[in-house]
């Protein structure tokens, strides 16, 4: 599922074109940024949530195409003036902030549906006006992902508004085996390697492996380690500024894989190996599955295991780069 090699003197090249580590503070609690969706089910409030938790930092998801090469949530509900914009006023009145996410597994994608990176920049540049961001996540997943055409789309656009924008934090998120990314994986990295783009964070979605040994945490580890060997590899960077370019996306409680439960112990495991390393991002999805199924309750509003009130949250709030 989800190796290449390059030489010293073009990983020293590298290196010196792209600053390991960025020359702005990132904003307090942006590493800990778990995803929301208001697009299903009974979304907890923000606010609640922030209350609970501490959290500050929401993604929330998915900003995708209306069909053209035009950002809306889900591909239909506005930028601005609907219910979106109020969660983000509300978490925003309370002292917090938000990471928009881009794709997703469903839907039309903006990187399939913009025919340029230009186009594409221009999209994405939309969403980040409308709100003011400091930081966007493209979960390229599914036909997005599979496609060397719009993987370099998506460098390129990136590319384009990190120079727009001074300061924005960017995230690409995708899957991956027990072992680090796969070919598609690898070759995303690699090609933003060779187009200079400086990203703040490579970060993998370690479940759905499709068959796993041991626990969940450690095949996370294993995954980990697996990105970071391919992102130092593809930078020249050290061993230190990998760590910090890489990250995680997990599932909290059962995922879409039969043999696969992720426990809170998983996310100790999970936190451990972020604080040892500090690593750019751990976020999981999602909040909508932080707690415990009732009757007639499904896999999209609740983890299906036993559990308190936000016991995955108040793991990844404690992570703080």
């Known amino acids: 599922m989800r190796s290449f090699l390059r030489t010293v003197m073009a990983g020293a090249l590298a290196a010196l ?6 020359s702005y503070a990132a904003p307090a609690g942006i590493q800990a940024a778990p995803y929301e969706y208001f697009g299903w089910g009974n979304p907890q409030s923000p606010a609640s949530v922030m209350s609970a938790t501490g959290v500050k930092w929401f993604t929330l998801a998915f900003i995708l195409s209306k069909g053209t090469c035009s950002p809306a949530w889900d591909g239909s509900r506005p930028l601005t003036g ?54 966007i996540d493209i979960d390229i997943e599914a036909g997005e992902f599979t496609s060397s055409t719009v993987r370099q789309r998506v460098v390129d656009a990136l590319k384009t508004v990190r120079a727009n924008n001074p300061g924005l934090i960017t995230y690409l998120t995708f899957g991956t085996t027990p072992s680090g990314p796969d070919g598609n994986g690898a070759d995303l990295i690699k090609r933003g390697a060779k187009s200079g783009l400086a990203n703040d964070g490579w970060i993998i979605m370690p479940f759905d492996f499709g068959g796993h040994s041991g ?17 130092k590899s593809a930078y020249g960077y050290s061993d230190g500024d990998a760590y910090r370019h890489i990250g995680l996306s997990s599932m909290n409680g059962k995922t879409d894989e039969s043999d696969e439960t992720v426990s809170t112990g998983d996310f100790n495991t999970m936190l451990a190996y972020a604080q040892q390393h500090h690593i750019a991002r751990f976020a999981f999805w999602s909040i909508n599955r932080d707690r415990q199924c009732g009757s007639g309750s499904d896999g999209d509003s609740c983890s299906g295991i036993s559990q308190s009130a936000y016991a995955f949250t108040k793991i990844v709030v404690k992570y703080q780069g």
């Open 17 to 22: 074109v792209l600053a390991p580590t960025p």
């Open 82 to 135: 609907g219910s979106d914009q109020s969660n983000i006023n509300a978490i925003r009145a309370k002292g917090g902030d938000v990471v928009v996410s881009f794709g997703g597994w469903s839907g039309n994608k903006l990187g399939q549906s913009c025919s340029s990176a230009g186009a594409l920049a221009g999209a994405y540049q939309k969403v980040i006006n409308a709100y003011g961001l400091k930081a």
């Open 215 to 231: 626990s969940m945490g450690a095949a996370t580890v294993s995954a980990l380690e697996g990105l970071k060997k391919t992102v």
